[in-house]
């Protein structure tokens, strides 16, 4: 983690005796992999509960009931961003029964009210940015700003690191980076009808396309798709590694455009069709670069 921010988030996080993680998503995983190192030199690494993608790729995780189990008055349950947001309340909850605090961050620009309606707001919430924090007071979430601290997003500046680490950009080469986003999403798009579009949009081109899959998509059903169209391929290797290879990255949605327009690459967001609830799932950095 880049000094300055770990000192903003050690800052935060100081008044809590143990600081326990619970993550599900990828996005929320990739932040706890980086807060983890600086809860232990801290000393107030408690206990890493995962369940779903995370669970298998947290070391040493527990399952959701430990939360029960670990958390005591003094500590803080820090819970990241998912796609079950009911989920998301119940680790809320169960903080609050056991005497602990809970908060949340969040891994994204979108979603600010979803994740806290009908339950008690949690005593801390984080946002990247100050466009996070107004976006936040916009969902109209009643006393949400005044818990709201912001800090810098940890996963997405060690990605940032990451991408200019490497070789720069290959002429012709385009990344396109997936989301897990299905018709039945009801966003006017999908991964499927994307991929067709930026295909399409390559051959005219007359650029060579790389497709990487979302994390929580299966590769040998993309990769099938992605069979079907000329100058085309899969790819699986690491996403930093082949945003600093592309001379432009185009994507949907996912947090890793934000990360090539961060590094410093042109950026395309393909969202051809949506309608109100894709513009609504949409990402507020990326906006201006949006194809519709």
Same mark, same amino acid.
């Given at each position: ?133 107004? !976006?936040?007071? &916009? +969902?109209? @979430?009643?006393? $949400? /700003?005044? =818990?709201?601290?912001?800090?810098? *997003? ?61 994390? !929580?998509?299966? &590769? +040998?059903? @993309?990769?099938? $798709? /992605?069979? =079907?169209?000329?100058?085309?391929? *899969? ?58």
């Amino acid at each position: 983690m880049r000094p300055q921010s770990a000192a903003q988030w050690r800052q935060v996080l100081a008044p809590w005796k143990w600081v326990h993680l619970y993550t599900t998503d990828p996005g929320a995983h990739a932040i706890a992999v980086a807060l983890w190192p600086l809860l232990r030199e801290s000393g107030q690494a408690g206990s890493w509960v995962a369940e779903g993608w995370s669970a298998a790729r947290a070391q040493g995780a527990e399952p959701f009931g430990a939360i029960a189990e670990r958390v005591r008055p003094g500590d803080l349950l820090l819970s990241g961003s998912q796609t079950d947001f009911a989920r998301t309340r119940e680790s809320f909850a169960a903080a609050r029964a056991a005497g602990g605090a809970s908060g949340f961050v969040f891994d994204h620009w979108k979603n600010y009210s979803e994740h806290f309606e009908g339950a008690p707001l949690p005593d801390l919430i984080v946002v990247p940015d100050a466009l996070g924090l107004e !976006r936040l007071q &916009a +969902a109209v @979430v009643p006393d $949400a /700003v005044a =818990r709201a601290r912001i800090l810098p *997003l940890p996963s997405l500046e060690a990605a940032v690191d990451r991408v200019r680490s490497f070789a720069g950009p290959e002429s012709g080469l385009v990344a396109l980076l997936l989301d897990p986003t299905e018709a039945t999403h009801d966003l006017g798009y999908d991964w499927r009808s994307i991929l067709d579009a930026a295909a399409a949009e390559a051959g005219r081109r007359c650029l060579h396309l790389l497709v990487k899959p979302h994390p !929580r998509q299966d &590769a +040998a059903i @993309v990769g099938a $798709a /992605v069979g =079907r169209y000329g100058g085309v391929a *899969l790819y699986e290797g690491d996403t930093e590694a082949l945003i600093a290879r592309a001379q432009e990255v185009w994507g949907m949605t996912s947090i890793a455009l934000v990360t090539a327009l961060k590094a410093g690459r042109p950026i395309r967001s393909f969202q051809i069709g949506r309608n109100e609830r894709g513009r609504q799932a949409s990402n507020a950095h990326i906006e201006r670069f949006v194809v519709t």
